[in-house]
Nanobody
Framework: QVQLVESGGGLVQAGGSLRLSCTASVRTFSNYVMAWFHQAPGKEREFVARIDRAGRSTRYAAPVKGRFTISRDNAKNTAYLQMNNLISEDTGNYYC?????????????????WGQGTQVTVSA
């Protein structure tokens, strides 16, 4: 069983930055692909970014490419999402997800484990 806990959300002005963290309670964190998803108010949960188990390969959704950076520290059992140049459309809940299958997935069904989410609000 994998437990994921997100932190780092909050209120920020447009153009500002936040760094989200996702800490996993798991024996071997490096066995899991990690991803971040975003759910805006009234909308479905959407893929933001993913990182492979070693931290060498990443993929981003088009709206965040060049603004967000996903990373991980396997020694700390933690994945990160650095969010820069935030815009109002980035507002919503951000969820961390993990999956042991080393297949590139960007849909919610590709991940077995989820955190509770952390709220990000970007003000104009």
């Amino acid at each position: 069983q994998v437990q994921l806990v997100e932190s780092g959300g909050g209120l920020v002005q447009a153009g500002g930055s936040l760094r989200l963290s996702c800490t996993a309670s798991v024996r071997t964190f490096s066995n899991y692909v990690m991803a971040w998803f975003h759910q805006a108010p009234g909308k479905e949960r959407e893929f933001v970014a993913r990182i492979d188990r070693a931290g060498r390969s990443t993929r981003y959704a088009a709206p965040v490419k060049g603004r967000f950076t996903i990373s991980r520290d396997n020694a700390k059992n933690t994945a990160y999402l650095q969010m820069n140049n935030l815009i109002s459309e980035d507002t919503g809940n951000y969820y961390c997800a993990a999956d042991p299958t080393p297949i590139e997935r960007t849909d919610v069904h590709g991940y077995d484990y989820w955190g509770q989410g952390t709220q990000v609000t970007v003000s104009a």
